[in-house]
């Protein structure tokens, strides 16, 4: 950090020293200043802790992720800021938690943007450093204001939010509108068959998963059972838009392809590009050249296309010459699920695999599996490999890139980690609150601490424990990974320190 923010200062000192004096000297100071950074964000889907072989797993491969980890820092203390993606999501652009606002929960595709326009967004605060920026992959967290006509621009959405490019799925795999959507506009979209699309009510005469299961080529489990494209059901209800549909099986090609794309129209400025992958989140569509590879069934499959994915663009970073001007945050946005509501064997597949690692609950649960996920920054030459049991949360990106960049703006929540992401130093945030469907925990040191809250102790439709109980949770995560043992009678001292804490922090 600080030899790269020495060469900036200098950049800066240079170029203010040299004036206008003369052409040549200015074009030096500014092939310095180009030196800034290019920082990449790969962003999963529901990959949990436990899904990379880095992270212990035994029974899959991901020799591409490893690479970062065992490259980069590898951090066994990461956290996303929800169980669920649209929090996360929010929370990891603007640095803000996302129970601060009352919309950041799970969006349809028809949802408005949850944003503010004039929001501190990790891109708006690059692009106030000279960053081109753009977004390849999943957004979820809303587009337009309300009534979005999908055959016009679509606005606000990333573009107007800091990202000077945007190449994006609206809101999820199995979430209509199932087409993808270029700086606003529905890619590939024939003005003679516009797209029309809604949560609420089918459009007459389009066949659904509930009524029509025999032309679904993949049975949903629940929910799922709206519109179907390409054989798949999907939540919500879309009609019209044909040659605008994307493939789900070239999905992870098509998202590559623009993210290497990318990369190679911005090499010579320094870029930030958030390459936010679907998988493995449902419905879990490989490609032919990876379907049956895992033996663990689609979501073992996906996990190695994802895999392979991230070794091209690994690659693409290479070939171009800026690998080792590249730091790279690899995360995820939630914990895992096996049955997130379709039969694709999944679960009878899933073998020996623990997606959760040892830690207890999943996606959408407030015990550490739901948001404690894989965790790495890597940066060829600058970043020294090592582990890193440092309390770091995705929230932290915002406050610390500023920081790498030389900016001063922070996110409210957002805590300068700089030297923890830098493999500099140790130490990560104190404490920490999580949020799962709009219910929150808080971890403070090795202790984790989840309020009573009414409400199923496990979501059966998914087999995961969420967290819900009448009496207050405390674990020692030090000695307790799993959360198996609640200190909460044993320790009451801890316990009302955290509820102290926590409550200060959440306004109660
Ligand atoms: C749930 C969906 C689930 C998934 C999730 C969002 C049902 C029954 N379940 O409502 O399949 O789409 O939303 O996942 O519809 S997330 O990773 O984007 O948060
Ligand atoms: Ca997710």
Known sequence: KIIKRNLFHTAIIVLLLVGCKSKEEKVVATDETAKKPNIVFIYMDDLGYGDMSAYGATEISTPNMDALATGGVQFTNGYASSATCTPSRYAILTGRYPW???DAKILPGTA???IDTDQMTVPRMLQGEGYATGIVG??????GSGNVNWNERVSPGPNEVGFDYSYILAATQDRVPTVYIADGHVDGLDPNDPIEVSYEKNFEGEPTG???PELTTMKWHHGHNNSIVNGVPRIGFMKGGESAKWSDVDMADHFLAKAQQYVKEH???PFFLYYALQQPHVPRTPHPRFAGKSGMGPRGDVILEADWMIGQFMKTLEDEGILDNTLIVFSSDNGPVVNDGYYDDSEEKLGNHTPAGILRGGKYSLFDAGTRVPFITYWKGTIAPGKSDALVCQLDLLTSMAALVGSDKTGGDSENLLDAFMGKSKDGREELVLEATSRTAFRKGN???IPPYKGPAINKMVNIELGNAEEYQLYNLENDPSQKENLAKS???KLQELIADFEKIRGN
Do not use: C, F, S
């Open 100 to 102: 601060r606002n009352k």
């Open 112 to 114: 408005p943007l949850i």
């Open 138 to 143: 999943k957004w979820h967290l809303g587009l």
């Open 210 to 212: 509930l009524d029509n």
């Open 267 to 269: 090499k010579n400025k």
């Open 447 to 449: 202790w984790a601490m």
């Open 491 to 493: 320790n009451p001292e």
